[in-house]
Nanobody
């Protein structure tokens, strides 16, 4: 059974950096899209970034462009989200998700498998 396991979330001060990891387990197809989403308290889930196993094309929400970097290590079946210059508005539960058998990670809808989430809190 496919599982996605996130880690790396914690409480940090504004301006700090964090790296989130998402390990993909038991997925056997060659092509997939993988993305990061976040949900802040009282707000709807927001698509943050995505990439694909085929050509590693990346996409970012405007709110994180230039601060966050997504990367995929296919040998480790792990996707990372490097987050720099974190601000209080980045506080949320961050989820990774996978959409199977696809060359494109856009649109960021219809993802098939989800992790349990990891909490990121940015506060002084």
């Amino acid at each position: 059974q496919v599982r996605l396991v996130e880690s790396g979330g914690e409480l940090v001060q504004p301006g700090a950096s964090l790296r989130l990891s998402c390990a993909v387990q038991a997925y056997t197809l060659d092509y997939y899209a993988i993305g990061w989403f976040r949900q802040a308290p009282g707000k709807e889930r927001e698509a943050v970034s995505c990439t694909t196993s085929g050509d590693y094309t990346t996409h970012y929400a405007d709110s994180v462009k230039g601060r966050f970097t997504i990367s995929l290590d296919k040998r480790k079946n792990t996707v990372y989200l490097e987050m720099n210059s974190l601000q209080p508005e980045d506080t949320a539960v961050y989820y990774c998700a996978l959409r199977q058998d696809t060359w494109s990670c856009l649109p960021m809808t219809g993802y098939d498998y989800w992790g349990q989430g990891t909490q990121v809190a940015v506060s002084s």
